[in-house]
């Protein structure tokens, strides 16, 4: 098992930043690709960003790609995702997730999932 703690959400105006933090614990995390995934309302949950369990060639949906960074700290099994030039269309719960090893895209191939935090930008 492993248990995935989501921080780091809020209300932010247009154009400002957040960072976002997830903890681990349990299996040992640097064997996991870790993902960032949102879900707006009425909308399904889409990816976001990723990280493969190297902590090397990152991975990024076309609508944060410049915007968004994600990265990972083994040594204190956290992985982060920064988010500058927020826009109104950012708004939604943003879920950490872990699958062993290799990163996809596809929410259904994660394994673990943290129980979300809501991101919300004002225009």
């Known amino acids: 098992q492993v248990q995935l703690v989501e921080s780091g959400g809020g209300l932010v105006q247009a154009g400002g930043s957040l960072r976002l933090s997830c903890a681990a614990s349990?299996?040992?995390?640097?064997?996991?690709?870790m993902g960032w995934f949102r879900q707006a309302p009425g909308k399904e949950r889409e990816f976001v960003a990723a990280?493969?369990?190297?902590?090397?060639?990152?991975y990024y949906a076309d609508s944060v790609k410049g915007r968004f960074t994600i990265s990972r700290d083994n040594a204190n099994n956290m992985v982060s995702l920064r988010m500058n030039s927020l826009k109104p269309e950012d708004t939604a719960v943003y879920y950490c997730a872990a699958k062993l090893r290799i990163v996809t895209y596809n929410p259904a191939d994660y394994d673990y999932w943290g129980q979300g935090t809501q991101v919300t930008v004002a225009s």
């Open positions: 349990g299996r040992t995390f640097s064997f996991y690709a």
């Open positions: 990280i493969g369990w190297t902590g090397g060639n990152p």
